[in-house]
């Protein structure tokens, strides 16, 4: 089988490597494999850092200043 993707690969200490393996074993793991945790691990820091300086608390800040979430949270408070 041919693939297009590439592949990155690193060395990690055994305490490293026993704790990224604890994630994907147990009864209801986080990630079904080391592939997927290293996949999901890059993938975030890359949208990490493609956001900048701002965080995400800057970014929901800035959504729920928005006119219709205003007008949504001020249903949800009447309601209660």
């Known amino acids: 089988m041919t693939t297009n993707k590439k592949s990155l690969a690193c060395r990690v200490s055994s305490e ?15 990630f079904e494999s080391t592939t997927e945790y290293l996949q999901t691990l ?14 995400l608390q800057e970014e929901l800040i800035d959504l729920m200043r928005t006119p219709d979430m205003r007008r949504l949270i001020k249903e949800i408070a009447k309601s209660q």
């Open 16 to 30: 490293t490597f026993d704790a990224v393996r604890a994630l994907t074993e147990g009864d209801n793991p986080p």
């Open 42 to 55: 890059i993938i975030s820091d890359l949208a990490r850092r493609k956001m900048g300086n701002r965080t």
